[in-house]
């Protein structure tokens, strides 16, 4: 088997054999495979396109590549959570403690953020003394005994998707619906659990900008996961705007406790009550939405969720105590106001709102970057909501004032105003069980 017939054979519109795909990413991890034939393969793709068996044995391939963790320890159904990631997306941090008190255990491998805030373990890191540097031991024992675990990726985790979209990233072919899906989908069936529930953004703010796109890539990664003989479902969200107020670390981890209280944003609690009732429907604890979502909503307002949270928060080396007072949390001190003119809210550029967050300190450039956890932007007002003057459309959290000023302007031109009030639409649009 050579690599240079593999890049012609696809070049020309061929199939690649399992066998054949299998060679390549074992060459190409390994180090025999050079990179500028990988990138021609890769070209190749990017206009010949893919097949759902060809697709199928990427991921699993690339699932392959390294460890894949067993969790065949852990009673019950395990049920991981992965979002597409968009702006204001704090949702892991409110769905897995609901979950976990209604019984599905939550065995989640989470990476940093790269782009405009934090990841899910950024965010967790502003709990003092907090930890994902986890044992496999200890990840077991946490899953076991409350119900969740969050740990950092592993260096030996698909270590083929690592290296490949690295490649993909410096040679203009990231965007290819298949190599996407086998990216995603290759480290969530290396992170052991028996069921996927993915939450696939679409809108200005997210990586598929419209919704044919997003359902396309929903509908690809539900049948990557049933190849894999996983139960999968996927839910097709809103991110034309920032997900709920707060945009940020400490500010979104502020409002996640906020929604475990019961004073959740109504767009944030769609889209957790959402994919909580497709975590449930994975698990076998429900049948049908309107169940799930009463369980959802006793769990919170019984304050099971919080405990629960805070519970998870102090298995993992952190400061619990910040969970139910949140002033122990860290927030810049420059707290700048946003004014618009009058009107109503006609839309928020959630990538502007983001980049502005990035721009504070919020986020990272590279990997390499540092983060600062503590400022970020909290939205007043979002789409359809009424503006005067003067009161603020939203709030600036800075630790240099210079800086809190420049991201003043930038969040009010995110913001359109017009005179007429726009109808309202769902922040869920569509769910693929099948």
Do not use: W
């Amino acid at each position: 088997m050579r690599m240079y017939d593999l890049i012609q054979k696809k070049k020309n519109g061929g199939v690649l054999s399992k066998e054949e795909i299998s060679y390549i990413v074992q060459g190409y991890t390994s180090g025999k495979i050079p990179d500028y034939q990988v990138s021609a393969l890769l070209m190749a793709i990017c206009f010949q396109g893919m097949n759902e068996e060809e697709t199928l044995a990427l991921t699993l391939a690339m699932r392959d590549s390294g460890d894949t963790l067993d969790l065949s320890q852990i009673p019950a159904i395990k049920v991981d959570k992965h979002s597409t990631g968009g702006v204001g997306d704090k949702t892991s941090l409110v769905l897995t403690p609901i979950v976990a008190s209604l019984g599905v255990p939550v065995a989640k491998m989470s990476g940093r953020g790269l782009g405009h805030t934090g990841g899910t373990i950024d965010k967790l890191e502003c709990f003092p003394g907090f930890t994902t540097a986890l044992e496999e031991e200890r990840f077991i024992h946490n899953v076991k005994t409350i119900g969740i675990a969050i740990a950092g990726q592993t260096a030996n985790l698909a270590p083929a998707d690592k290296k490949l979209y690295a490649l993909r990233d410096v040679t203009a072919t990231v965007a290819q619906p298949s190599l996407i899906a086998s990216s995603i989908m290759s480290k969530k069936l290396a992170s052991g659990s028996d069921a996927i529930v993915l939450d696939v953004k679409t809108g200005n703010g997210a990586f598929m900008q419209n919704f044919e796109d997003a359902k396309g890539l929903a509908e690809q990664m539900v049948r990557i996961g049933k190849g894999a003989h996983k139960t999968t479902y996927a839910a097709i969200t809103d991110m034309s705007q920032p997900l709920g107020h707060a945009v940020g670390n400490t500010i979104e981890v502020i409002e996640a406790i906020q929604a475990l209280q019961g004073n959740g944003p109504s767009d944030l609690m769609e889209v957790v009550e959402t994919l909580g009732y497709l975590m449930l429907l994975a698990a076998n604890k429900v049948t049908n939405q309107q169940d799930a979502t009463q369980m959802i909503r006793e769990v919170i307002n019984s304050g099971a969720a919080l405990k629960r949270f805070a519970e998870f928060v102090e298995a993992q080396g952190g400061d619990a105590s910040a969970v139910y007072d949140t002033n122990l949390l860290p927030l810049a001190p420059y707290k700048l106001p946003v004014y618009q003119s009058k009107g109503y809210v006609q839309q928020i550029h959630a990538l502007e709102i983001g980049n502005t967050c990035m721009q504070l300190g919020g986020g990272r450039l590279t990997k390499e970057s540092s983060i600062d956890l503590s400022v970020g932007i909290y939205l007043c007002k979002k789409v359809g909501d009424a503006v005067n003057p003067d009161e603020p459309v939203a709030y600036v959290y800075a630790n240099e004032e210079e800086k809190g000023r420049n991201a003043v302007s930038l969040v009010a031109d995110a913001y359109t105003i017009a005179p007429e009030k726009p109808s309202e639409k769902s922040a869920v649009y569509a769910c693929i069980t099948e």
